[in-house]
Structure formats: structure tokens, C-alpha cells
């Protein structure tokens, strides 16, 4: 019956959305007050009704009800609780409702706090937002429809992937896919801007903390997944350029060269054409991504099962939204005028600048994701392309956007003089390149590549330093302020975490009895004891290490190797020691003869700065939008109050 | 002026096209780069008689197909039906590799479904598969006159590959 | 005096005891540490065939132990990383490596990002110096200049 409720929601949300995506949108063309005014209404019916859905297929969960097919493919009784409600997004179906549900979130959000936008923006930007929400509903409705009944209802669930069994995997996908969705607002505020012809810094001040918010969330989502991967999969990596990864990767580029761009068609009425494209651009990259994981079209561990019916679905509503889009931008964007002059030495253009190499980065990731599938859709052959590729490519590319980050920050708007420019940053210049040669050597080596990781790092770092010294001067900054210097600084704090981990970690695979230790950056590892344990859905053999340095016994650390009931795969769950300057991580590997067991072990310095530095960039981006302006509802409407009382 | 806002746009057409055309791909399927080349010489011995072996060179002027299998491969089940009848039309020989397996698992299995090959030969560690770039299986192998591998399928021989593919090209190497 | 060194003997053995109960160094799972290395160098750079998207070094199927097996005995038998990497691709094609080969057809892939970026460089300057050029060279038609010239006499 809930089941039913759920599937019945959803198609009056499509109701719903279809209104919300057309009247309002003709109303706004037309300056048809009531039809304008609809907006509002269906936008938050959309967000209910999907709410409900939503719900549905959660209690579904909750209450094991196997009759629904997707229940029973994902969930079953023996699974803790708290996984038989993330197991709501464990497969296509529920994952894709989840998507659903975040974009009428995000449309509801902006219905909410839009009171002192010109109505006839809202309407269009809700519309926007409503002929998307339709597009995927329709999708769900015909062909992934959660709610589909099984008969002869099974007894037992199938049971969710004992992969997603983990807290990480609660998190990682519904953060995530707020970032990954949010982008349709930026996407939303520049067709609205486009169709009405408006593009002037109010359009770009709306959609700024919205953008910024859902880059934030992305920058979260992706890094949660980085962070799972390397404490669950066993084997001590974090980025395995994987399409699917690359597939959430490629937004994050092009939205952080957007909330650039946005800044300065804010500020200073630039690049109004270039911020447009980078709108839609990031929300058809998240499309795109969507495609990519759902269509089989690329082979990864991450993608869903599915058919070819979807993915030529997804593949029309991609080409439906994003062509109509670039068709508007071309016939619109010709007639914007950008204000503001300034010179080829300016803030202005060495932002400009970034922003290139960041779209370049992008398109170089997309590039290498898509490039097997253009060779064999060419007949040219069949190859692959991996990490060597990616990592060879990458880093020459992200190095230019190092060097200006740091750089642009402390130039002038309008017209600077590159002698002076590089003045102002000397004292970053000389401790980078004192960093540089140092750095490496304390760590144990000197390398080209690490030294480069470490100039970058306390040169961007550094930039920050001189630019909050100098700017606590005139006063204690508000916190909008903070939001620039903890995301630049937490790109810094990455840096060093990627060139530590990449150059100096230690990785020994060993035999180990009990009583056996292993010695592993400075850190003994003693193999005490191993017992058999029960979990609520498997069994496992948990080891007993002890962790010692010099001597001392640090603390115990306890790696499993489980055995789901409901699958053949072990699973390896690893016994890692958190510090702020290094991980020690253990991993069981197979048994072997008696009672001794396979053993990998590694040393991973300063690991945890990759994650604790994207924690950073993305509180920066939360900082950012406490920023006073944003504020102006109540502000705003007083100052109407009394301005029209003056005028009065 | 106008003509710059279009790129995107096209830029964007010819993605479509890339990804329409994906569509129908198989992107876990690794084509053979032996095709064309001549088969890897092998020296094994066969399942039956582990004293009599066999090589690719004995069967130098004939036409004929290797089919990798295993009693252990749920796939072969499958397609062993479509094997024995192309036996019974006697229109090729087929050799077996019994690839990775166990020689008695490997009896029972050919007892219980039938024999439709000339006779099998034991690759036991897998080894001789590596050089002919086996990865899964049941894969099979069109080998001409002079050795030389003119066509290999990947997956369960079906009557319908048979029909369109494998059949036609041994009729135009038999006439050779 | 044969007390004290009876002593001082037992007291040096129950050290050594002690000291031996530091446990017993573990021996790598390796046979060959130094061929396991540039095995995991080779391997690292290539696919599994069977997997979803794994490296051959990582992946736990059948085939990647065979094929790492493979492997150590080409090393062992001198082979260097070109002949390995020659090898595989002899008998599983360019799929399996994960570092594309730099062909004609690959060439878009390795050059692109690098072409990419100087053109977007040069693109970008280009346009700024044209921005520059039309601002400078707005000039006023006749009729608007004596409106100006007008206007400003008037102001006077």
C-alpha cells in the first residue's frame, strides 16, 4: 500500500513539475501576473510530493517489505538498521529518486529564499528547475521505477553490497549528489538570465552563494568517497581516476572556475558570456556524469547495472536539456555586453587566466574518460586509459593554476604592474623555494616532483599568510572573508598531503605467525592474536595488533577479514592509526598454511591532510556565503520600507 | 561575432554522436590482436590418453576451430548443445583446450553432455591460454590451412554466430 | 665469590631472555622482494581483464595471479619492462595497458590537453588585446563630436 502511495506521489509530482516547468515560464514571456505566481505553488507541491515518495520507498525499506522488487534486490532482514535505510540509495532506482529529491530540495530552497527577487526571474528559474524535475520523473516513471512489485514475494532479501555496508557510504552519495544537483540552480539563474536578456550583476549576485553552496557539498561528496575508498577497499589508495570518479571530478573543475567567474561578474560586470557558458556547462557535466555511471557505456566498479533503454533515455534528456541550452546561449549571449575594462597585467585577467586552465583541466579529464569509447565507437582498436595517463597529464596542468592562485589574490583590479605584483608576494616565493629544497630532504629523499609539491604547497599557503597579515592591519575581517583564505589554504594543506603520501609512503606485504612483527615507518606492528568474530550479517577473523615506537606499546589495532552470508567476496576492513602527521594501516590478506596469514602493512604520511585540506576548502565555501549581502532580506526590506516612506 | 557562440553547441553535437555511438558498444570485450597472426604453437597432451599430445602444426592443411571450455564454466553448459550439433553436420573439426580444470571433472562433464570434439587437450595451468590471450571462458578459435588465426568469438557459441560468421568463413577457407 | 658469578650469569641469561621475547621479525610474502617490486611496477600499469576497472597488481581473480605469475618468471628470465609490456600486449592488445601507447591513434589523447592549453592561452590573450584595441579606437562620430564640443562650451 505505501508502496503504492509512493509511486502514486510521483506521478503527480509529474503533474505537478510539468505546470511549474511551462506556466510560469510563458506567464513570465507573456507578463501574466497569475500565471507568474503559479511558480511558487507547484514548485513546494513538487518538493511535498516527492517528499512523500521518497519516504515511501524508505519505510519500504524499514519495514522489509520484499514485495517491492527493489527492496528486495538491496536490503534484507540480517542488515542493521541504519544500512537498511542508506540501502534507499544502494542501487539505480533508489539512488536516481534520491536525485530527484535533492533537485526539488534545491528548487524548493530557492523558492523559499527568493522573497526580494523580481517575480518574474523567480518564475523563470523555478520553471527551468520544473521542466528538469519532469524530465526525470518521466525517466524514473518509465524506467526505473523503485516501486515495482515482485511476485511470488521472497522470503529474504538479496542483501546490500557488503561494500556499501559501511558509515561512509551513508554519507557519500547524498552529499554528493547535493553538490552534483545543486549546480542546476547556477544552471537555472543562467537560462532564466538568458531568455529574459537580463544578465547584470544582480543575476550574478543571486546565483552566487547558491553555487557556491552546492561546489562546497561536491567538495565534501567527492571527498567522503576518496576518504571510503582508501579506509575500505584495503589496498591504501585514494584516487584511482576512475570514470565514475571522474565523472563527479570534472564538475568540481568547472564549478570552482564558475564561483571565480560569478565573483568577478558580480564585482566588477565581466566575463558576463564566458560566466553563462560555465553555468550551464557545470550542470551538463553533471548530466553527462549521470550518463556516464548508468548507461554501461563505461566499464567501472562504481557503475550500476543497467540496460540499454536507460542509457539512451538518460542520453535524449542529456542532449534535450544541454542542447536547448547552448542554442539559447548562441542565439542570447551574442547581444550581452560585459562592462569593466582592464588591462592584460590585472586581477581580472589572471583570474581569467585560472579559469582557462581549470576548463582545460577539465576537458583534459573528460577527454581521457571518454577517449576509449571515441576509438572504439571509431573502429580504431580497443585501449584503455588509467592512472599513468591521468597522473602524467593532470599535474602539468594543475600547476599553472597553483602558481596563479597565489598569485592573483595579492594583484590589483583594473591595472597592475608585474614587477610590483611579484614584490608583494616575495617573502611566499623565497619560503617556497626554501620549502622546496628542504622539505624533501627532512622527509627522507629529494625528488623533482615531491619538490615541486612542496613549493606549490607553502607558496600558496605562504600567499595566504601575507594576504590575512596584511589584511588583520585594518581590523578583524568578517567571516565572508575567511571563506577565500580556508579554500586556498586548504588546497595548500592537500598539496602537501598528495606529495608526502605519493612520495615517501612505506608498503610491506609480509607472512606473519603469531608473534610475528613487521617494522614499518618507525612503527613495529606485533601480530598478538587472531579470533573468530560475529557480526549481525557475517563472520569474521578479526587480528589483534599491537602498534609500538620505540619501544612503548602505543595501542591495538583490529583488521578483519569478513565473510558476508550473502556473499562470496571477502571483505577486508583494515586497522588503521589516525595521526595528524601519518596513518599506520593494516590489512589481512589471505590465510596461509597453520596459523599464519598474509599481512600488508603500510606507512602513509601526512594522508590525512588530502582529506582534512578538501574539509577546509569546503568550510571556506561555507564561510563564504555567510557574507553579510546575503543576508539583505530583512535589510532590504526596510530600507524599501523607508524609502518609500521618504519618498511619501 | 555570432559564429563563435556556436562552437559549443557543435562541440557539444559531436559528443552526442561519440556517446549514441557508444551506446552499442561492448566495452569489456577485448578484441584478440592474434587474429591474423598465426596460432601459438603448443605442445600438450590430450585428455584421453595423457601419452598422446598434440600441436597446432599436426593439423597443418586443414580448417579447424579451438574451443576453450571447462567442466568448471557455466557458460559452456550452454553452449555445448550448439557444439555437438555443429559436430554431427561434420562440417569442421573442433578441438577442445580444457582449460584449467581437473581431467576427471573434465571425463564426467563430456560423459554426461557428449563428445563433440575430435579430442581435447589438457592445459592445465593455463599457460598455453595466456598465449592465445584467453581471459574468460568459453572462447573460440578459427584456425586456417596454414595455421593462421582467422577468427576468434568470445562468449558461448550460439547458431546464430554460427550461421553468420564461423560457418561462412570456413566454406570460403575450405575452398582456398 | 662462585655465588656472585653464578649470579651475575643468571641475571645476563634471563636478560637475553628477556630481550628475545621482542618478537621475530616477519619475513615478506614475497619469494624475490626486488623481482615482487618490479613486478608491482609493471603490473600496477596494466588492466585486469576480468575486473571491473582494477589494476593486475591489485586484483585478487584467477587470471591476475596467472598472468602475475606470468610475469616473475619473465623477469627472472631478464626480460626487461618493454618486453614484458611487448608480451602482453602481443596477447591481450593495447586494452591491457593502462598507460596508452603513443600512436597515430592516441596522439589526440597525449597532445591534446597540452594544445589545449596553449590555445586557450593564446585565446585568452588575443581576446584581452582586442578588448584593449576596441575600447582605444571607440571613436566618436562627427556629428557627436560637435554635440560634445556643444556641450561643453556650455558648461562653461
Known sequence: ?648 | MRAKFLIPLGIFMVLVGFLAAGLRLKPSEVPSPLVGKPAPAFTLPTLSDPNKSFSPADFRGRVWLLNVWASWCVACKEEHPVLMDLARQNKVTIVGLDYKDQRDAALTFLQRGGDPYRFSVVDESGRVGIDYGVYGVPETFLIDREGVIRYKHIGPVTPKVLEEKILPLVAALGQQ | MRQVCLLLIGVALASVGFAQTGAREALPLAQDPIVEKRLNEIAEEMRCLVCQNESLAGSRSELALDLRREIRTLIREGKSNQQIRDFMVARYGDFVLYRPPVKSTTLFLWIGPFVLMAGGFLALIVALQRRKRNRLTTVLSTADMKRAETLLKGEK
Open chain 1, 1 to 648: 500500500m505505501i508502496a503504492e502511495i509512493g509511486h502514486f506521489a510521483l506521478i503527480l509530482a509529474l503533474c505537478a513539475s510539468f505546470i511549474q516547468g511551462v506556466i510560469p515560464l510563458i506567464g513570465a514571456q507573456r507578463g501574466r501576473s497569475d500565471w507568474i505566481a503559479l511558480a511558487r505553488p507547484t514548485c513546494q507541491t513538487s518538493f511535498v510530493l516527492v517528499g512523500i515518495s521518497f519516504a515511501a520507498l524508505t519505510w519500504c525499506f524499514y519495514v522489509n517489505d520484499f514485495s517491492v522488487a527493489y527492496v528486495a534486490g538491496h536490503s534484507n532482514t540480517q542488515l542493521p538498521i541504519m544500512y537498511r535505510l542508506s540501502a534507499v540509495w544502494g542501487g539505480h532506482e533508489g539512488s536516481l529518486l534520491l536525485w530527484v529529491f535533492m533537485l526539488v530540495s534545491w528548487a524548493f530552497s530557492v523558492a523559499q529564499l527568493s522573497k526580494t527577487l523580481d517575480s518574474a526571474m523567480v518564475a523563470r528559474v523555478l520553471a527551468v528547475l520544473g521542466l528538469i524535475t519532469f524530465g526525470l520523473l518521466l525517466f524514473v516513471l518509465f524506467t526505473s521505477n523503485p516501486f515495482n512489485r515482485l511476485f511470488p514475494v521472497p522470503a529474504e532479501g538479496r542483501d546490500l553490497n557488503p561494500l556499501l555496508q559501511d558509515p561512509g557510504l551513508i554519507f557519500h552519495p547524498p552529499m554528493l549528489y547535493m553538490g552534483y544537483v545543486g549546480l542546476s540552480v547556477a544552471f537555472a539563474f543562467a537560462i532564466a538570465a538568458l531568455i529574459a536578456g537580463q544578465l547584470d550583476a544582480a543575476w550574478a549576485r543571486w546565483s552566487r552563494p547558491w553555487t557556491t553552496v552546492a561546489w562546497a557539498f561536491l567538495t565534501f561528496g567527492i571527498a567522503l568517497g576518496s576518504w571510503w575508498a582508501y579506509y575500505e577497499l584495503g589496498w591504501g589508495g585514494w584516487w584511482f581516476w576512475d570514470p565514475v570518479e571522474n565523472a563527479s571530478f570534472v564538475p568540481w573543475l568547472i564549478a570552482t572556475a564558475l564561483i571565480h567567474s560569478l565573483a568577478m561578474t558580480e564585482k566588477r560586470g565581466s566575463f558576463k558570456s564566458w560566466t553563462v557558458l560555465l553555468a550551464i556547462a557545470g550542470f551538463s557535466m553533471s548530466l553527462l556524469g549521470t550518463f556516464l555511471v548508468r548507461s554501461g557505456v563505461l566499464t567501472s566498479v562504481h557503475a550500476f547495472a543497467t540496460d540499454p533503454t536507460r542509457g539512451i533515455f538518460i542520453l535524449l534528456l542529456f542532449s534535450i536539456v544541454v542542447g536547448t541550452s547552448l542554442t539559447l546561449f548562441a542565439w542570447r549571449a551574442s547581444q550581452v555586453k560585459s562592462i569593466g575594462h582592464f588591462e592584460i597585467v590585472s586581477r581580472e585577467s589572471f583570474i581569467l587566466m585560472g579559469n582557462v586552465f581549470l576548463v582545460v583541466a577539465a576537458g583534459s579529464v573528460l577527454l581521457g574518460t571518454l577517449y576509449p569509447l571515441l576509438i572504439d565507437a571509431l573502429s580504431l582498436g580497443k585501449i584503455s586509459v588509467g592512472p599513468p595517463y591521468f597522473n602524467a597529464v593532470f599535474v602539468p596542468l594543475m600547476t599553472p593554476v597553483a602558481l596563479l592562485m597565489a598569485f592573483t589574490p595579492l594583484m590589483r583590479w583594473k591595472q597592475d604592474r608585474l614587477p610590483e605584483a611579484v614584490l608583494r608576494i616575495k617573502w611566499a616565493g623565497v619560503t617556497a623555494g626554501l620549502a622546496a629544497v628542504i622539505m624533501p630532504l627532512l622527509m627522507g629523499q629529494w625528488t623533482p616532483l615531491v619538490a615541486l609539491g612542496c613549493f606549490l604547497a607553502v607558496w600558496v599557503g605562504g600567499s595566504v599568510v601575507i594576504q590575512v597579515a596584511g589584511r588583520l592591519r585594518s581590523g578583524f575581517p568578517p567571516i565572508s572573508y575567511w571563506g577565500m583564505q580556508f579554500a586556498h589554504f586548504g588546497i595548500a594543506v592537500f598539496m602537501i598531503g598528495v606529495t608526502m603520501v605519493g612520495g615517501f609512503q612505506e608498503e610491506k606485504d609480509v607472512r606473519m605467525d603469531i608473534g610475528d612483527s613487521v617494522t614499518v615507518g618507525g612503527h613495529q606492528l606485533v601480530f598478538k592474536n587472531l579470533a573468530s568474530v560475529r557480526g549481525p550479517n557475517y563472520m569474521a577473523a578479526r587480528g589483534t595488533f599491537e602498534m609500538r615506537r620505540e619501544g612503548r606499546v602505543l595501542r591495538e589495532l583490529y583488521p578483519e577479514k569478513r565473510n558476508y552470508f550473502s556473499s562470496s567476496m571477502p571483505m577486508t576492513e583494515a586497522g588503521i592509526d589516525i595521526g595528524l602527521t601519518r596513518d599506520i594501516y593494516v590489512s589481512l590478506g589471505e590465510p596461509l598454511e597453520g596459523s599464519a596469514w598474509a599481512v600488508r602493512v603500510y606507512y602513509k604520511p601526512f594522508v590525512d591532510w588530502i582529506w582534512g585540506g578538501c574539509v577546509l576548502m569546503g568550510l571556506g565555501g561555507f564561510f563564504a556565503i555567510a557574507d553579510r549581502r546575503y543576508r539583505t532580506a530583512k535589510v532590504k526590506r526596510h530600507s524599501l520600507v523607508l524609502g518609500s516612506k521618504a519618498a511619501a
